[in-house]
């Protein structure tokens, strides 16, 4: 096993920390390690050293892309969270679909992953205004800074085993038969999500809020100061009486934050 020394670590943990605002702890030595370990070898490195001066001079953005694809943790399922779906679906929907005028819904999937979420999100969306007897735009952004779970999210094929916790009628409505193992998302979910990289650390470029945000799971890995950034962000670019949505296992102190606490994880912009 290659050693990494606290000089190299640290410029690996700076760098995430300066740019994506990733907090990685004295405790993911041995992850940073596990996981690089394999790219010193095929690129013919003697030391991280080496990796992060070929990540910060490599023009074309490959060697940062490998670097985002190896170290963020992208673990996710459909139907995580179950609850802040049924939410969504029962109360969330009904909210706007009394208040956007314009009947233009914009609802962002941030940190989305392999697109699971987002895909969940989009069937909800269908169902609910598939016979509602106008148009609306329910075209739903979803973005990460890992172009590796963009790329599966965007092939939308997942194991056969992997939508057994969907609907039985999402399930024969939404996903095609690829072979015995694999299912792939229909063209018409498929099409109601857009994919972009994105680094939640950047300034925004919207041009127009967002009635919802879902951000579940990603800022646990930010520290405290980033977090709190970010939520400042994310609560201007949310319009009023829109909501936010994280991770159980992630908090917001009610006294630092313009949100307003709904629910376990679900806050609102009053």
């Not at 020394?5 to 995430?16: G, K, M, R, T």
């Not at 999937?109 to 007897?133: H, K, Q, V, W």
């Not at 979910?189 to 951000?215: D, G, Q, S, W």
Request: net charge positive; glycine share 4%.
């Amino acid at each position: 096993m290659t050693d990494i020394s606290d000089q190299e670590f640290q410029l690996i943990a700076d760098f995430l920390k300066t740019h994506y605002g990733i907090h990685l702890g004295q405790e993911k030595r041995a992850l940073v390690v596990g996981r690089l370990e394999n790219v010193l070898k095929q690129r013919n490195l003697n030391s991280f050293s080496e990796l992060y001066r070929e990540v910060i001079s490599d023009k074309s953005g490959q060697a940062l892309a490998m670097l985002l694809n190896r170290l963020t943790t992208n673990h996710t399922y459909f139907m995580r969270e179950v609850r802040h779906f049924e939410f969504f679906k029962a109360t969330v929907l009904p909210y706007l679909a009394a208040a956007v005028a314009d009947r233009d819904l914009r609802i962002w999937s941030a940190g989305c992953s392999s697109g699971e979420e987002p895909y969940t999100l989009a069937m909800i969306l269908n169902d609910y205004f598939r016979g509602s007897g106008q148009p609306w735009d329910t075209k739903l952004l979803a973005t990460d800074i890992s172009t590796e779970v963009l790329e599966k999210a965007v092939q939308g094929i997942y194991p056969t085993e992997s939508i057994a916790a969907l609907p039985p009628s999402w399930q024969s409505a939404y996903f095609r038969r690829l072979d015995d193992e694999r299912r792939v998302v229909a063209d018409t979910i498929k099409n109601a999500v857009i994919y972009r990289v994105f680094n939640l650390k950047e300034a925004f470029p919207f041009k127009k809020k967002f009635h919802t945000i879902f951000c579940r799971n990603v800022m646990i890995y930010f520290g405290a100061a980033e977090r709190a950034a970010l939520l400042d962000k994310f609560y201007e670019y949310t319009e009023p009486g829109g909501y936010l949505f994280i991770g159980h296992s992630e908090s917001i102190n009610r006294s630092q934050t313009k949100y307003r606490y709904i629910m376990p994880a679900v806050y609102r912009k009053e």
